[in-house]
T-cell receptor, first 115, second 114 residues
Framework: DAGITQSPRHKVTETGTPVTLRCHQT?????MYWYRQDPGHGLRLIHY???????DKGEVSDGYSVSRSKTEDFLLTLESATSSQTSVYFC??????????????FGPGTRLLVL | GDSVTQMEGPVTLSEEAFLTINCTYT??????LFWYVQYPGEGLQLLLK?????DKGSNKGFEATYRKETTSFHLEKGSVQVSDSAVYFC?????????????FGKGTHLIIQP
């Protein structure tokens, strides 16, 4: 357990509305990630953060923005939700052992349905 | 770019059977390799990992060996239980994560029948 929580755990929203998902971690990890999971695609990286106010795009960033104003919180925003953004969203952190071993640990996920 | 290929299944086995889930990868460098498991309705849990060629990761009776010559990281277990029913993901990661993050296979759905 890497001390990661996500909120909300489930959400139903309508097309065109803004949605914000929150990832909270308690262990002061520098790197945080947002992935989405879809059938037949595994998990794909949306955005990541390498420190407070430092973020960058991943493979499937279109339609998403992120913010990180505190080490412990990483927010994912869908500015105007679309049905194609119906998915399960996972937050992750990186844990390092020395310089050469990195492992990512995942939160419990948020299931989002856009109608 | 980098990619991970694994059988999608479902793979159905009887309890106490031997399990192999194949995973092969293409990579331009020397990544670390991982197996994650996802039980129904839950998030991903790290099952095992290997950071360099010939390393063997093991956990809960599962094993996988990092084979650079065949670019493979096959997951094995000698005797599966009903409780092993889940989706298993093979993934690779370069040091420093960042822009690429984890590259996942599509997942293998494993069903163990009593």
């Amino acid at each position: 357990d890497a001390g990661i929580t996500q909120s909300p755990r489930h959400k139903v929203t309508e097309t065109g509305t803004p949605v914000t998902l929150r990832c909270h971690q308690t262990e002061n990890h520098r790197y945080m990630y947002w992935y989405r999971q879809d059938p037949g695609h595994g998990l794909r990286l949306i955005h990541y953060s390498y420190g407070v106010k430092d973020t960058d795009k991943g493979e499937v960033s279109d339609g998403y923005s992120v913010s990180r104003s505190k080490t412990e919180d990483f927010l994912l925003t869908l500015e105007s939700a679309t049905s194609s953004q119906t998915s399960v969203y996972f937050c992750a952190i990186s844990e390092f052992v020395g310089r050469w071993q990195e492992t990512q640990y995942f939160g419990p996920g948020t299931r989002l349905l856009v109608l | 770019g980098d990619s991970v290929t694994q059988m999608e299944g479902p793979v159905t086995l009887s309890e106490e059977a031997f399990l192999t889930i194949n995973c092969t990868y293409t990579a331009t460098g020397y990544p670390s390799l991982f197996w994650y498991v996802q039980y129904p309705g839950e998030g991903l849990q790290l099952l095992l990992k290997a950071t360099k060629a010939d390393d063997k990761g093991s956990n809960k009776g599962f094993e996988a060996t990092y084979r650079k010559e065949t670019t493979s990281f096959h997951l094995e277990k000698g005797s599966v239980q009903v409780s092993d029913s889940a989706v298993y993901f093979c993934a690779l990661l370069y040091l420093g994560g960042g822009a690429d993050g984890l590259t996942f296979g599509k997942g293998t759905h494993l069903i163990i029948q009593p």
